[in-house]
């Protein structure tokens, strides 16, 4: 099975990630010690309330924003040595946690944290949604087939309706017009749903600017008659695509912008002889029509032994 995109763990993207976690305003990207590219993973700092009032902090193992998280996959070479250097340098800087969120559970960072849940006091297995993708290398052909004869019916046609009332598909530079028409659409569609918005967080914003800035993002579209009805927000690798935001106009969903714009994407990495395209977050159905990978995941907390006695419940509940 393809691990998810692979680019996260490797050296030269950290670097640029932590540009991106500096220029939001409300994280600042810390570094435990100077083995920090030998530990390699970036440490953002964090502060939760409890229920009680009392105030925790600690760090978030790569993570880069607090209501969503690019995927760190498989760290081949974050052992048992990096690990300790981790948590000694959590504790030496009064970190009440160390939270690792979205691990895959079949990779060795999964495994060697779960051995550290079952041999040492403080270190905690939570669950977490799991990560949906596509394996690209299957190609177009053997993707339709694989979806089932109700799936097929459902995404072409949505594709199909999208098409005929005009629809035109591109993946673009993520551009300050493309971002402000995501940011836009999304507040537009959760003020009609009375939800809260992503887009209206600032550091949110902030943080989708400077992945732009840094060249990590694209954007993919669906205009009709010239207006932005569908974006995608889309992380790039050299061989594979992430899936991290998306939004559409709320007079637009019969046509389903969301569900032609993942089909789109996806055709577009067959197209590009890519090898995986990441749903990111979240098992929702829609992406279970598309899907043919689950990458299970888990959240692992490492606690400090003055840690208050509700903390491990509050991470239980913590929605991620």
């Not at 005009?166 to 999304?186: K, M, N, R, S, Y």
């Not at 209206?200 to 993919?220: E, K, N, Q, Y």
């Not at 990495?269 to 990111?280: E, H, Q």
């Amino acid at each position: 099975m393809p691990n998810p995109i692979r680019v996260f763990a490797e050296p030269a993207w950290l670097d640029r990630v932590a540009a991106a976690c500096r220029a939001a305003p409300r994280h600042s990207l810390t570094v435990p010690g100077p083995d920090s590219r030998r530990i390699g993973v970036p440490v953002v700092q964090d502060r939760f309330r409890l229920p009680g009032g009392e105030q925790l902090m600690g760090w978030r193992v790569g993570a880069v924003h607090y209501t969503d998280y690019l995927d760190f996959p498989d760290l081949e070479t974050f052992g048992e040595q990096g690990l300790r250097g981790l948590i000694d340098a959590a504790r030496e800087t009064g970190c009440a946690f160390v939270l690792f969120s979205h691990v895959p559970r079949s990779g060795s960072l999964g495994g060697l944290l779960h051995g550290a849940a079952r041999r040492e006091k403080g270190f905690h297995t939570l669950a977490c949604q799991p990560t949906l993708g596509v394996d690209a290398t299957m190609g177009s052909d053997a993707w339709w087939e694989s979806r089932g004869r109700e799936s097929r019916r459902r995404l072409d046609r949505y594709r199909r309706k999208a098409l005929e009332a005009g629809a035109v598909f591109a993946i673009e530079p993520a551009t300050e017009e493309t971002l402000e028409a995501l940011l836009d659409l999304q507040n537009q569609r959760s003020q009609q749903a009375g939800l809260d918005s992503f887009a209206a967080m600032p550091d949110f914003a902030a943080l989708i600017r400077s992945l732009a800035g840094t060249g990590i993002a694209r954007v993919a579209t669906l205009r009709l008659n010239g207006e932005c009805a569908g974006i995608l927000l889309l992380l790039v690798d050299v061989d594979a695509v992430g899936i991290y935001a998306q939004a559409f106009a709320p007079r637009w969903h019969q046509l389903s912008p969301g569900t032609g714009l993942f089909v789109y994407v996806i055709e577009d990495a067959f197209r590009r002889g890519l090898r995986y395209v990441d749903f990111l977050r979240g098992d929702e159905p829609y992406k279970r029509h598309m899907a043919t990978t689950t990458v299970v995941m888990d959240k692992h907390l490492w606690l400090a032994p003055d840690a208050p006695p509700n903390a491990l419940t509050f991470f239980e509940g913590l929605i991620e």
